[in-house]
């Protein structure tokens, strides 16, 4: 028998192992469902815009509180609740049959990773308005407190979100100081930053997004919308970009900015 013949066998008798069993079992009972990268691609789009006017406006290019708008902050406040709904959505969908830790703890720790590094950037760059706790920071928080109600029934998690809402308006705003009221969003007056969505309200989203997805998956409709595809290249193009959103968040902004940097230096 030859080398490769014994080969092949010994590849055959090595049985998988139990990460990668139970991640094929979970990739065929719960596939990628397209419409959630749709979905998602359509919030980066939506992103970006915001994105750019608040460049436009830092190089001057616009006047002076034109993203504090009502239009704009109402605009920015659905691209970010969009956001964090889907993180809630998918959070539930890839632990559904039971939290993968490994898997988890890798996307968690990317988040924080990106998190931090927005962080730094955004000081540096811009100091007088730097993320100190923004979308990302938000998503991984999202992504630890919604696991403990991702085995509740979906109604619960529902008045769970519709609680958090009533708790973020009914609490005084200075009850706490410190870093853990600017997280929870219940300082007076926090401080400037060009991103903030604090635990209060916008956990909310998140649970929204968990108990939806709960919902829907007792009713059986995620068989309904899995079985939904986008051919056109537009529709296409929007699913690659959810599928690739945290590095093409991570990416987009400096692209911008340094665009629009380049601009004003020839043109001045």
């Not at 990739?27 to 970006?48: H, N, S």
């Not at 993968?100 to 962080?119: Q, Y």
């Not at 290249?233 to 340094?258: D, E, K, N, T």
């Amino acid at each position: 028998m030859s080398k490769r013949v014994k080969s092949r066998q010994g590849r055959q008798r090595c049985p998988p192992t139990d990460a990668s069993s139970k991640a094929t079992e979970h990739r065929a009972k719960f596939p990628r469902i397209q419409l959630i990268d749709y979905l998602r691609g359509v919030a980066l789009l939506g992103m970006t815009i915001i994105h750019g006017a608040w460049n436009l406006e830092f190089f001057g290019f616009l006047a002076p509180g034109t993203s504090h708008q009502v239009f704009w902050s109402l605009f920015a406040a659905l691209v970010a609740g969009s956001f964090l709904v889907l993180a809630g959505v998918s959070l539930r969908l890839a632990h559904a049959a039971g939290i993968r830790w490994r898997s988890w703890g890798r996307r968690f720790a990317i988040i924080v990773l990106a998190a931090g590094c927005v962080t730094a950037v955004t000081a540096v760059v811009t100091p007088d308005v730097y993320i100190r706790f923004g979308i990302l920071h938000m998503i991984a928080a999202g992504s630890i407190l919604g696991l403990g109600v991702l085995r509740w029934p979906g109604w619960t998690i529902l008045a769970c979100a519709a609680a958090v809402v009533v708790i973020n308006f009914t609490i005084p705003a200075d009850w706490l100081e410190g870093a853990t009221s600017y997280i929870l969003g219940f300082e007076a007056v926090p401080p400037p930053a060009s991103d903030y969505r604090p635990i209060f309200p916008w956990l909310a989203s998140v649970l929204f997004g968990i108990s939806g997805a709960r919902l829907l998956q007792d009713m059986g409709w995620w068989a309904v919308l899995g079985r939904i595809t986008f051919t056109g290249r537009p529709s296409r193009m929007l699913c690659w970009l959810g599928r690739h959103s945290l590095a093409y968040y991570l990416i987009h902004q400096p692209v911008l900015f340094g665009l629009l940097w380049a601009v004003l230096k020839v043109s001045g």
